[in-house]
């Protein structure tokens, strides 16, 4: 990896970056996983490993990331949909058999599961 | 076509800023916790991180960077509230070579769990907050003081500083300047006192983790004797925004003289728990009912203690008091690291703050008398209280040990270890006396002062709870009224939940 040897080249690199970040905004699911200690222990190792499991079978690709806690202890383990080009939508005490569903409706068909929905990301934070 | 529902039912989806939840926070430190992936130092980057750091390289000197950060009034957010610019011109100043930079995250309080939470969703922060002050007082070298019982937030730590060595934001002449930092992390074996600076940097040293007398503070003789800088972890998480945004922004959050934001962990009996940034200022009752969303199952409110062990609680009066370093010690409480407990009617004040003082006399490191004697002595007194054996002049005896302590104690831990036993009697006095001269408790808690009764006419002879009772203290025959022998009876309360026809009564 290449140091960063001057404000310009940190800047240069930021913008890669925000375009990477861009790029796969609107190319590719995104699922975020709310894996601080918090989360994990309320269960979000097992709700990672389920929609491991449920991507697989259905032979779908995603770009599953490990966040840490934005807060929200009493909705942990808190699971983030984001559809290419649509809003990050956050699931609240997502509990792995509630993962098959979350697939099915929102990445396959395209329809949030409404009942589980906490809230929408805002995108300027 | 599917695109075009989407776009319909999330009509529907409310933004967080929306949430009750979310729409009075405001996110400095914890601008990127659950945002972004803390193990890639790229997504740090690409939402701007490293910029303050190399704006403070190339574009300002030293002083210029402790000029913004004493202009911010930026104060500690540990608990001191002391203002971080000035701590870092002190340090500055000092001649002695070389100086440390270092990060208190020994976390300890009960409850508590903003520092963890910054460490493991955006470490990169902290580093970055850390190698500025660095650069402001001429340290070359840091230590990150993480508590042991931490392994998620030290393991996203040394991915952190290894990333950030790989791109030259730690190391030698960074970012083409030729200023050199590097740091190491130190995890603390889980002694509460290690949370004091000196006490930590005793740890550090590999010495016995004991606070000394200051003067000399750290800013003169701190790590090996050398000029060090002691921050808390939310205060250097600041730092990069507080340079890239100008002190002005800063100074604009918050109140005058408490700038910016606090960052509470919210927890006990309320609706949404959670980890919450709001600006300085905010009044109690914002938290607890707009944020929180208030006391579950109908319960009324009692008291909400901020500070931690050595904090202080506040009555239901005090809901209106705004949140800020002053006010809340003026109120009788403390702003502390950020702890907030709510607790309802069914706390028993005296054993909450016996919970407390429980935990910091264990704490004591046993050094100075006030603190290990005092400490012992007052928490005697509360037991003897809460097991019906109170004596009148044992609130005298209260008073009197705690104002000791608190003069006479070499660090904070045991100048505080009072403070919530002086609250609890400041605000909920008829409480105690309840309990020394009537010998009841009003929150029917406390076991010694306490009997488990069987209502006559509501007793049907189930057999459920003589079954279940685990003291073997329930006698009765089938379809007959039972009876519970309080002589045996341990108050465990297993009969009340397993009664389904509300038969038996605390009194």
């Excluded at chain 1, 649509?86 to 990445?107: S, W």
């Excluded at chain 2, 509470?264 to 707009?290: H, Q, S």
Aim: charged share 25%; aromatic share 8%.
């Amino acid at each position: 990896m290449a140091k960063i040897g001057s404000l310009e080249e940190l800047k240069a690199l930021m913008q890669e970056q925000q375009q990477l970040r861009k790029q796969a905004y609107q190319e590719k699911v995104i699922i975020y996983v709310g894996a601080g200690t918090c989360g994990l222990a309320a269960g979000a190792g097992e709700t990672l490993e389920q929609i491991e499991r449920e991507l697989q079978k259905r032979n779908l690709s995603a770009e599953i990331t490990t966040v840490g806690c934005i807060g929200m202890c009493v909705r942990e383990p808190l699971v983030d949909v984001q559809l290419p080009n649509q809003p990050r939508v956050t699931y609240g005490n997502v509990k792995p058999a509630m993962v098959a569903r979350i697939i099915d409706e929102h990445i396959i068909g395209g329809k949030p599961v409404m009942e589980w929905v906490v809230g929408i990301v805002p995108t300027d934070w | 076509m599917e695109n075009v529902e989407l776009q319909q039912d999330q009509v529907a989806i409310p933004t967080y800023t929306e949430l009750p939840y979310y729409r009075k926070q405001v996110r400095i430190a914890l601008r990127n916790c659950g945002i972004i992936n803390p193990q890639r130092i790229e997504d740090y980057i690409a939402r701007g991180g490293y910029l303050a750091l190399a704006k403070a390289l190339t574009e300002m000197t030293p002083d210029e960077v402790i000029g913004v950060m004493k202009e911010s009034k930026l104060r500690g957010r540990g608990g001191a509230g002391f203002v971080t610019g000035i701590k870092w011109e002190f340090a500055r100043r000092s001649p002695a070579r070389p100086k440390y930079v270092i990060c208190n995250a020994d976390e300890g309080d009960p409850g508590a769990f903003m520092d963890r939470s910054i460490l493991e969703g955006d470490p990169h922060s902290v580093i970055e907050g850390m190698a500025i002050a660095a650069y402001a007082i001429g340290s070359e070298e840091g230590y990150i003081y993480c508590r042991a019982e931490y392994p998620l937030a030290i393991a996203h730590l040394k991915t952190a500083i290894q990333q950030a060595r790989d791109y030259g934001f730690l190391g030698k002449n960074i970012l083409g300047s030729n200023f050199n930092f590097d740091l190491h992390i130190k995890e603390g074996a889980g002694a509460f006192v290690c949370g004091e600076e000196t006490a930590l940097m005793a740890s550090i040293e590999g010495r016995r983790g004991e606070p000394r007398p200051r003067p000399p503070f750290p800013a003169v003789s701190g790590l090996w004797s050398k000029p060090s800088n002691v921050n808390n972890v939310k205060s250097y998480a600041m730092t990069p925004q507080i340079i890239l945004n100008g002190a002005e922004w800063f100074a604009s959050i918050g109140t005058e003289n408490s700038p910016g934001t606090a960052i509470f962990a919210l927890t006990g009996k309320i609706n949404r728990t959670g980890l919450i940034e709001v600006p300085m200022g905010i009044t109690l009752r914002e938290i607890i009912y707009d944020i929180g969303g208030g006391i579950p199952g109908g319960k009324k409110f009692k008291a909400v203690q901020t500070g931690g062990p050595l904090g202080g609680c506040l009555p239901a009066e005090a809901l209106d008091t705004p949140v800020d370093f002053d006010s809340l010690v003026q109120a009788g409480a403390t702003m502390g690291s950020g702890g907030m407990i709510v607790v309802d009617e069914d706390t028993c004040m005296v054993e909450f703050a016996k919970y407390f003082l429980t935990f910091a006399s264990a704490e004591s490191c046993g050094k100075c008398v006030p603190c290990r004697i005092g400490g012992r002595r007052l928490l005697e007194v509360l037991t003897r209280i809460s097991n019906g054996e109170g004596k009148p002049e044992d609130l005298d005896e209260i008073e009197y040990i705690s104002r000791n302590m608190k003069e006479a104690s070499l660090c904070a831990l045991g100048q505080l270890t009072p403070g919530p036993v002086m609250a609890s009697l400041r605000f909920f006095r008829s409480e105690y006396e309840a309990h020394i001269y009537d010998k009841k408790c009003p929150a029917k808690v406390c076991k010694g002062l306490i009997t488990y009764r069987v209502i006559e006419e509501n007793c049907t002879g189930c057999m459920v709870c003589k079954r279940n009772c685990p003291a073997g203290a329930i006698s009765g025959e089938k379809r007959e009224v039972h009876y519970i022998d309080p002589s045996i009876c341990e108050r465990c309360g297993i009969c009340i939940t397993v009664c389904k026809f509300d038969a038996i009564l605390i009194e």
